[in-house]
Every structure is written in structure tokens, then in C-alpha cells.
């Protein structure tokens, strides 16, 4: 049982989605909503205002990544607990989270129930249950140091890193060739390329690879429109 109630804020750009979240907040037993924000400054000087218990965190924003604010509030507020909140449900965006210092994930479309078990789990300090994000497993490729990862994504093109890349950011096929100026079909030759490379089955493990390589945080180098697939 909780001493006190939970100061929150919430933050996300969408109004609506903000004012969903907050009615489901401020539905769970002690747990209260003390602010909003709709982007990372706003969430920042909120949780410099009111030393909040929790943060939901909208992943992406327009001005600065809810990645980044909540790395900010971590690191300035050990105290504050951060759930972040995206449409993406995939696993290389929960490693991505857990690493900003996130402790907990939660799917825009989860239900009610989802949301409420997330953030008890949380605020009660309770283990990571990845099922909660509907993935079984965010474990790295099995068997693979950060070194040896690291050096796999080194020997890719410059075009299969920027691609892989997109995908690790959770993009599919045709958002990353609309964003490349390539056709999805070039896209998707471009990964078959890139997982017989990393002797990988699928976009997911070919994802995990680039986040424990630690590629994640830069733009793939010499990567381009002229880069060869």
C-alpha cells in the first residue's frame, strides 16, 4: 500500500492523447495528476517544479525526443520514475527506453487495464514484466558482445546502416523509402542484404543489433541518398 498519493505529469504533444492519459491516471487509487506538458522543456521545468513520483513520457516529440527528456530527468531526478508512452510497439523501442532510464513501457493502444497495471507496476517498484508491452523478450542477439556487434554493423554498406537504422527506429518498408527516396521493394532487398550479413532471421533481431552495437544515438556514417544498397 502506498503512503502517499503519486504525483504525475504527463506529457505528449497530441491534446487528446495527453487528456486520455490524464483521465486514466487520475482514475487509478493514489495516484494524482499535478501537470501537464507537450513538449521536453515543458516536461523538464514541471518536473523541476513539482519532484514528481512519475513521468509519463511521450517517446517522440517534435521539439526534443521524450528519449532525451527523460535521460535529463533521470539523471537530475534519480528519484522521479519515467514510463514512456509511444504508438510503436516493438522491442528495439523498449531497449531504447530502458536505457534512457525508463522503468516502464506502454502501448497508446493498450487498454485501460494495461496502462493501470504498468504504472501500479512501477509506482510498487515491482520487476519489468515485458508482456506487458506484448513482446516476449528485449534480450540482445543471443551470443553477440557490444564489440562484436559494433564491428557486424561496421562491415554493412552505408546505405544497409541507414536502413537498418530507420528500421531499429521502428520505421517500416515504405516509411523508409518514402524518407530515402527509395522504393519499398529496395527497402526490402536492401534488409534481405543486411540480415544474410548479420546472419539474422528478421527486422527485429537485425534491430537489436544496432542498439547493442550502440549505433543507435548517430546517423549512420557517409550514409545518403547515393549510398549503395
Not at 522503468?103 to 501500479?120: C, L, M, N, Q, W
Request: net charge positive; hydrophobic share 40%.
Amino acid at each position: 500500500m502506498r503512503r502517499r498519493q503519486a504525483r504525475t505529469v504527463v506529457v505528449d504533444d497530441h491534446d487528446i492523447a495527453r487528456l486520455g492519459l490524464v483521465a486514466v491516471v487520475q482514475s487509478i487509487p493514489g495516484v494524482r495528476v499535478v501537470a501537464e506538458a507537450n513538449d521536453a522543456p515543458s516536461a523538464i521545468e514541471a518536473v523541476r517544479t513539482h519532484q514528481p513520483d512519475l513521468v509519463l513520457m511521450d517517446v517522440r516529440m517534435p521539439d526534443t525526443e521524450g528519449l532525451a527528456a527523460t535521460r535529463k530527468i533521470r539523471d537530475t531526478w534519480p528519484a522521479t520514475r519515467v514510463v514512456m508512452v509511444s504508438y510503436w510497439n516493438v522491442p528495439e523501442y523498449v531497449v531504447e527506453a530502458y536505457r534512457a532510464g525508463a522503468t516502464g513501457y506502454i502501448s497508446k493502444g493498450a487498454s485501460r487495464a494495461t496502462i493501470v497495471d504498468e504504472i501500479d507496476r512501477v509506482l510498487n517498484g515491482e520487476p519489468r514484466q515485458m508482456s506487458l508491452v506484448g513482446q516476449p523478450s528485449v534480450a540482445p542477439a543471443a551470443g553477440r558482445s557490444s564489440a562484436d556487434a559494433f564491428a557486424a554493423v561496421e562491415r554493412l554498406t552505408a546505405r544497409q546502416r541507414e536502413v537498418l537504422a530507420l528500421t531499429a527506429a521502428g520505421l517500416r518498408n515504405r516509411e523508409i523509402g518514402e524518407r530515402l527516396g527509395i522504393t519499398w521493394r529496395t527497402v526490402q532487398k536492401t534488409l534481405e542484404r543486411v540480415f544474410k550479413r548479420l546472419n539474422v532471421p528478421n527486422r527485429t533481431q537485425a534491430a537489436m543489433i544496432w542498439m547493442e552495437a550502440g549505433w543507435s544515438t548517430h546517423r549512420p556514417p557517409g550514409a545518403g541518398p547515393g549510398s549503395s544498397c
